[in-house]
């Protein structure tokens, strides 16, 4: 069998095919899952068709669409919509205790790093009669992503920057497994984490109930989370009618390393991202070709080792090794690509910091490897993806804020900047906007 990772010499050819991206929209479906889609709605459709059918469905239906589309696609039995509190304490007791402790460990650094993020956000003011509030949004819907892999830390890393922020009312939606339940380490992480309701809604189905509101499922001002090509699909859809965090697409990792980088570890960062999904895009950048191979022997033994190693090759496949000439083309074809997550494994990872302009998370040095990112750093693992880094940023408390100008002039402010106002307005061929400030001014 040929090496998982191929490798690209040079960084025109790596622009042209490892780091090439494409069109989320024009992602290419798995066979299974296009005969899913035929099955379900007699006719081959594209995932945004479908996503469209969905949304459609549920906004006539409510419940009982979603009820029917989420047992679908997730094999689960009939169950309630929403999560009973009886559900929630026996999640408690089925979690061993040293699992709980490592979640309510994640829970208290992420919560920690986003109250200090909250100090330095923005705050409401008033000066010479103009000003902002600053308010967080009231409900938000929080996607719990994760069917197979459970996933409680995303979870996590969703919501408790909406409590640091002081949302009133968090939300949730989850798949449910094959008998109904939803798994107690997910319902262990919301009520930590501190989302009050819970229900049985996954996919574009889910993001749909957010948005319109169902039966049992309360509409939403914004949704937030991670999730599959349908849930983003049905956010960008969705978006207008109900806010969204951002479109996330399948993860992302790249890791820049020079010869001094351990190949074990380039290994198994660059497979800690591969094992998530078979979209994954690892991506190893690195300034000598003897390094990427040794790298690609490393990713080799390590797959045979993975309990999702068939997940984890068809990833790896899908990314590569690049090899660039030096250290300056190195930064410059990672700050293009603009990963999700950057790992910096070089000799003076320091350094290389400042020069990074277009990274959703940079993990600096070996000592902190992406996947405390992912688990109990601080930040919140929801980052953007798929060359989004160039303008959006990682989830955070501002997302779940909203500010609003304030505007309380005087008599005299009118009197002085009033004209001004009406002779644009004039300019503009805005007659009543004129009008508006002339009759104040003739009065006074």
């Given at each position: 069998?040929?090496?998982?990772?191929r490798?690209?010499?040079?960084?025109e050819?790596?622009r042209?095919?490892?780091?090439?991206?494409?069109?989320?929209?024009?992602?290419?479906?798995?066979a299974?899952?296009q005969a899913?889609i035929?099955?379900?709605?007699g006719?081959?459709?594209t995932?945004?068709?479908?996503?469209?059918r969905i949304?459609?469905?549920?906004?006539?239906?409510?419940d009982?669409?979603?009820?029917?589309y989420?047992?679908r696609?997730?094999?689960s039995?009939?169950a309630?919509?929403?999560v009973?509190?009886?559900?929630?304490?026996?999640?408690?007791t089925?979690?061993?205790?040293?699992l709980l402790?490592?979640?309510?460990?994640?829970?208290?650094r992420?919560r920690?790093?986003?109250a200090?993020q909250r100090?330095?956000?923005?705050q409401?003011?008033?000066a010479n009669?103009?000003?902002m509030i600053?308010?967080p949004i009231q409900?938000a819907g929080?996607?719990m992503?994760g069917?197979?892999?459970?996933?409680p830390?995303?979870?996590?890393?969703?919501a408790?920057?909406?409590?640091?922020?002081?949302?009133p009312?968090?939300i949730?939606v989850?798949?449910a497994?094959?008998?109904?339940?939803?798994?107690?380490?997910?319902?262990?992480?919301?009520r930590l984490?501190?989302?009050?309701r819970v229900?049985r809604?996954s996919?574009?189905?889910a993001?749909a109930?957010l948005?319109?509101?169902?039966e049992s499922?309360?509409r939403?001002?914004k949704v937030?989370?991670?999730?599959?090509l349908?849930v983003t699909?049905?956010k960008q859809?969705?978006?207008g009618?109900v806010?969204?965090?951002a479109?996330?697409?399948?993860t992302e990792?790249?890791?820049l390393a020079?010869?001094?980088a351990a190949?074990?570890?380039?290994?198994?960062?660059?497979l800690?991202?591969a094992?998530h999904?078979?979209l994954a895009r690892p991506?190893?950048i690195?300034t000598?070709?003897?390094?990427a191979?040794?790298v690609?022997a490393?990713?080799?033994?390590?797959?045979?080792?993975l309990?999702?190693?068939?997940?984890?090759?068809q990833?790896i496949?899908?990314?590569?090794?690049?090899?660039?000439?030096?250290?300056?083309?190195a930064i410059?074809?990672?700050?293009?690509?603009a990963?999700?997550h950057l790992?910096?494994?070089?000799?003076?990872?320091d350094?290389?910091?400042?020069?990074?302009e277009?990274?959703?998370?940079?993990?600096?040095?070996?000592d902190s490897?992406?996947?405390l990112?992912d688990?109990v750093?601080?930040p919140?693992?929801?980052?953007?993806?798929?060359?989004?880094?160039?303008?959006a940023?990682?989830?955070?408390?501002?997302?779940?804020?909203?500010v609003?100008?304030?505007?309380?002039?005087?008599?005299?402010?009118?009197r002085?900047?009033g004209p001004?106002?009406a002779?644009?307005a004039?300019?503009?061929?805005l007659t009543?906007?004129?009008?508006s400030?002339e009759?104040?001014?003739?009065?006074?």
């Amino acid at each position: 069998m040929s090496p998982a990772l191929r490798i690209t010499i040079g960084g025109e050819a790596a622009r042209a095919g490892v780091l090439r991206r494409d069109m989320l929209r024009d992602a290419v479906l798995p066979a299974a899952m296009q005969a899913s889609i035929a099955a379900t709605f007699g006719a081959p459709l594209t995932a945004a068709e479908a996503v469209a059918r969905i949304i459609a469905d549920v906004r006539a239906d409510g419940d009982a669409a979603v009820r029917r589309y989420s047992q679908r696609f997730d094999g689960s039995a009939d169950a309630p919509m929403e999560v009973t509190p009886a559900e929630f304490d026996l999640a408690f007791t089925q979690v061993a205790p040293e699992l709980l402790a490592a979640v309510e460990l994640m829970v208290a650094r992420v919560r920690a790093f986003h109250a200090v993020q909250r100090e330095h956000g923005p705050q409401a003011f008033s000066a010479n009669g103009l000003g902002m509030i600053v308010r967080p949004i009231q409900r938000a819907g929080i996607y719990m992503t994760g069917n197979v892999a459970v996933l409680p830390s995303s979870v996590v890393h969703t919501a408790v920057p909406g409590v640091v922020a002081g949302v009133p009312d968090l939300i949730g939606v989850t798949a449910a497994r094959e008998d109904g339940s939803v798994h107690p380490l997910k319902l262990v992480a919301a009520r930590l984490a501190g989302v009050q309701r819970v229900f049985r809604a996954s996919g574009a189905q889910a993001i749909a109930a957010l948005a319109f509101g169902t039966e049992s499922i309360p509409r939403v001002d914004k949704v937030f989370g991670p999730g599959n090509l349908f849930v983003t699909l049905a956010k960008q859809q969705l978006y207008g009618l109900v806010g969204i965090d951002a479109v996330y697409g399948p993860t992302e990792t790249v890791v820049l390393a020079d010869d001094s980088a351990a190949p074990d570890l380039c290994a198994a960062d660059l497979l800690a991202q591969a094992e998530h999904d078979v979209l994954a895009r690892p991506i190893l950048i690195t300034t000598s070709e003897a390094h990427a191979h040794a790298v690609a022997a490393e990713v080799d033994r390590q797959l045979a080792t993975l309990e999702r190693g068939v997940i984890a090759r068809q990833a790896i496949e899908r990314g590569g090794g690049v090899v660039a000439a030096h250290l300056d083309e190195a930064i410059a074809l990672a700050n293009e690509f603009a990963p999700e997550h950057l790992c910096l494994l070089v000799r003076d990872a320091d350094g290389v910091l400042p020069r990074v302009e277009n990274a959703g998370g940079i993990f600096v040095g070996e000592d902190s490897p992406e996947v405390l990112g992912d688990y109990v750093a601080g930040p919140s693992h929801v980052m953007p993806t798929g060359g989004a880094a160039r303008f959006a940023s990682p989830l955070s408390v501002m997302d779940f804020l909203k500010v609003t100008s304030t505007i309380a002039l005087t008599a005299d402010d009118l009197r002085t900047i009033g004209p001004a106002a009406a002779m644009l307005a004039r300019a503009e061929g805005l007659t009543a906007h004129a009008r508006s400030i002339e009759l104040r001014l003739e009065g006074r």
